[in-house]
T-cell receptor, first 113, second 113 residues
Framework: GAVVSQHPSWVICKSGTSVKIECRSL??????MFWYRQFPKQSLMLMAT?????????EQGVEKDKFLINHASLTLSTLTVTSAHPEDSSFYIC?????????FGPGTRLTVT | AQSVTQLGSHVSVSEGALVLLRCNYS??????LFWYVQYPNQGLQLLLK??????LVKGINGFEAEFKKSETSFHLTKPSAHMSDAAEYFC???????????FGTGTSLTVIP
């Protein structure tokens, strides 16, 4: 139980385009989901907390207009990287909260060329 | 805010030797504690967790960890390392609500044949 999926698992896009990443809780409802970013050989950095039906809460230094988060249902949150640039290339991981625990998705590798 | 310290960003052990990965946290209130493993280009896999009760927690793949409140530690051990244990390991602490999740910086484990 408590499975979280992400789609796509990897994506390559051209600089200036937008990319949407989906995070789904498959067997539970998640009022709260989280988005993390991970650079090579580094830990996870929390980008934002997404609450169903309300605006996301962004961590300091994260551009909310660049990283658009939508949590329209209890099983789906999306992260859209707008006008992507090479420096946005990274590994993005989502998690969904169930009771006191966060369950992590498998991650999405974004490469911006 | 809580913080998590993982001593040793890189640990090397011989195959069959004891694995010890250290984790210390700072919290005035006993948190929930987790260990995750991450293989290259994959998400996080939960190894084990401590919430309440017995302080020695057994997880998957032969790993275990002991919560020591007096030392604010939650070190991860495995009696005999396998080649397949080579990966990145993250310690994390959570508030009891699960809304705040803090990761350590990670420890890269290398297993030498």
């Amino acid at each position: 139980g408590a499975v979280v999926s992400q789609h796509p698992s990897w994506v390559i896009c051209k600089s200036g385009t937008s990319v949407k990443i989906e995070c789904r809780s498959l067997d539970f409802q998640a009022t709260t989901m989280f988005w993390y970013r991970q650079f090579p050989k580094q830990s996870l950095m929390l980008m934002a907390t997404s609450n169903e039906g309300s605006k996301a809460t962004y961590e300091q230094g994260v551009e909310k207009d660049k990283f658009l988060i939508n949590h329209a249902s209890l099983t789906l949150s999306t992260l859209t990287v707008t006008s992507a640039h090479p420096e946005d290339s990274s590994f993005y991981i989502c998690s969904a909260k169930h009771e006191y625990e966060q369950y992590f998705g498998p991650g999405t590798r974004l490469t911006v060329t | 805010a809580q913080s998590v310290t993982q001593l040793g960003s890189h640990v090397s052990v011989s195959e069959g030797a004891l694995v010890l990965l250290r984790c210390n946290y700072s919290s005035s209130v006993p948190p929930y504690l987790f260990w995750y493993v991450q293989y290259p280009n994959q998400g996080l896999q939960l190894l084990l967790k401590y919430t309440t009760g017995a302080t020695l927690v057994k997880g998957i793949n032969g790993f275990e960890a002991e919560f020591k409140k007096s030392e604010t530690s939650f070190h991860l051990t495995k009696p005999s390392a396998h080649m397949s244990d080579a990966a990145e390991y993250f310690c994390a602490v959570s508030s009891i609500t699960g809304n705040q999740f803090y990761f350590g910086t990670g420890t890269s484990l290398t297993v030498i044949p």
